[in-house]
């Protein structure tokens, strides 16, 4: 397994951000790359096997083949400054953020030119993947250089559906796809806690749904909810789409005041 | 298998209407009971598999040793007056509805005392249930006579799993459960064509219980969202926590009106 520009030994990868995100890309691909991993947060980098990582500085893991930033969106900026000059030519920078349009914009403008770059999105968490990635998807943009299908090889070969997108229509489906299952979390969870006994199949899905996304940390929720440039337009749609839901119910219950035919 | 009465043959059962739900219950029982199917509507009563079963007016199923009920909420009335004064002493009269309280209220005021009532509510449909009822859930409620555990029994070795519960707090719970999901699928439903590329798990979840839900007959609709006593409390619960979600948002904009950080 190799990201092409040294495929005979393992290549060296650098890990920033060891949070809850971090460590599963640590403990996916420590097999594959010789890591390092960089966070300041913490004094060692313990894999969920128990395993150490190697921990390194922010130079130290600049220098390495492939770069990624696990960061939450709105650190990206502020990293990217501090990151970009002491980058080597030709190292592969990533992210992972759960937005595109954004970081893509940021790594464009920040990342100096010698770096290749690809933004990614995993289209999992701690959460769903806790029993791996496989069967997963994750979406590319390509953004600089050409390392674009050497990136998918790896992801594939680690089991993933790799999905190639520009920024735009990745933040667009996002806005819905986890605007809609963060949305509905929120008022699930709000109405407190959920009936597990005399349940459907279709209520179980939704409670496994909520279950997976309702522990999300708010630097999730700060890139679905506010970094992402369609979430407001899908929020705004399904409030309103609930309002005429509420109003057809009303006028029901108008029409016929008796709203329940035993009493 | 029987249901008391006559342990030793196959009890006789009739089933009075063979709906999307009473052909699930016919293609389930048939190899279990002597079944008749009475549905004034359909002039064969042909199963999944192509098999014809025996058809009989009302007056016919009433003499069985089983009687199941499986129409809508709002018939059963109807239905349990027309088939009051055609029963026999000591059949086993039940019915699938949605709801429990007042379909129990029925059955008690209009049958004879001379026969068995046991109210249940599978917790499943042609949709969920498509590869067979086996894990599926099913409620029951005692209403007449000493017949409820072996209709459990039955049930069990159909392989489904028995939930013994009184009918208020049957629709306490279920307003809840399908109150809810229903909520949410026609919500979603709303939102035209949900994303099926980029999506997460929890997303898929989502999708998969508004497919189980969203071509659910407007009976069933009727039952879980008019019959229901609970259902409207529900509603706006749901809504007033939608309320409160978009207040929130709102306010965040107001104090954050650059939505797109990189804008």
Same mark, same amino acid.
């Given at each position: 397994?190799?990201?092409?520009?040294? $495929?005979? !030994?393992?290549?060296?990868?650098?890990?920033? @951000?060891?949070?809850?995100?971090?460590?599963?890309?640590?403990?996916?691909?420590?097999?594959?790359?010789?890591?390092?991993?960089?966070?300041?947060?913490?004094?060692?980098?313990?894999?969920?096997?128990?395993?150490?990582?190697?921990? @390194?500085?922010?130079? $130290?893991?600049?220098?390495?083949?492939?770069?990624?930033? !696990?960061?939450?969106?709105?650190?990206?900026?502020?990293?990217?400054?501090?990151?970009?000059?002491?980058?080597?030519?030709?190292?592969?920078?990533?992210?992972?953020?759960?937005?595109?349009?954004?970081?893509? !914009?940021?790594?464009?403008?920040?990342?100096?030119?010698?770096?290749?770059?690809?933004?990614?999105?995993?289209?999992?968490?701690?959460?769903?993947?806790?029993?791996?990635?496989?069967?997963?998807?994750?979406?590319?943009?390509?953004?600089?250089?050409?390392?674009?299908?050497?990136?998918?090889?790896?992801?594939?070969?680690?089991?993933?559906?790799?999905?190639?997108?520009?920024?735009?229509?990745?933040?667009?489906?996002?806005?819905?796809?986890?605007?809609?299952?963060?949305?509905?979390?929120?008022?699930?969870?709000?109405?407190?806690?959920?009936?597990?006994?005399?349940?459907?199949?279709?209520?179980?899905?939704?409670?496994?749904?909520?279950?997976? +996304?309702?522990?999300?940390?708010?630097?999730?929720?700060?890139?679905?909810?506010?970094?992402?440039?369609?979430?407001?337009? +899908?929020?705004?749609?399904?409030?309103?789409?609930?309002?005429?839901?509420? !109003?057809?119910?009303?006028? $029901?219950?108008?029409?016929?005041?008796?709203?329940?035919?035993?009493?």
């Amino acid at each position: 397994m190799g990201i092409d520009k040294q $495929d005979t !030994a393992r290549p060296s990868l650098g890990l920033i @951000g060891f949070g809850a995100f971090g460590r599963l890309v640590a403990a996916t691909l420590v097999d594959h790359f010789d890591l390092t991993v960089c966070d300041p947060g913490y004094v060692q980098a313990t894999l969920p096997d128990g395993r150490l990582c190697r921990m @390194g500085t922010l130079a $130290d893991v600049a220098r390495l083949d492939v770069v990624v930033m !696990a960061v939450p969106v709105a650190r990206l900026h502020h990293l990217c400054t501090t990151l970009a000059p002491l980058l080597s030519p030709g190292t592969l920078v990533l992210d992972v953020g759960s937005v595109k349009v954004e970081p893509v !914009a940021i790594m464009q403008e920040l990342l100096p030119d010698h770096v290749d770059i690809v933004a990614t999105h995993p289209l999992f968490g701690p959460q769903s993947a806790k029993d791996g990635v496989e069967g997963h998807k994750v979406v590319l943009c390509p953004v600089r250089g050409q390392r674009l299908r050497s990136v998918a090889r790896v992801l594939r070969r680690l089991g993933l559906k790799v999905i190639v997108e520009c920024a735009e229509a990745h933040d667009r489906e996002a806005a819905m796809v986890q605007g809609l299952t963060h949305l509905i979390a929120k008022v699930l969870v709000g109405l407190g806690p959920l009936p597990e006994r005399m349940t459907t199949a279709s209520f179980d899905l939704l409670r496994e749904a909520v279950g997976m +996304v309702k522990d999300d940390p708010p630097t999730v929720l700060h890139a679905i909810e506010v970094a992402n440039p369609y979430s407001a337009e +899908v929020r705004e749609a399904f409030f309103a789409h609930a309002d005429t839901l509420r !109003a057809h119910f009303d006028a $029901d219950r108008e029409r016929n005041p008796k709203e329940n035919p035993t009493a």
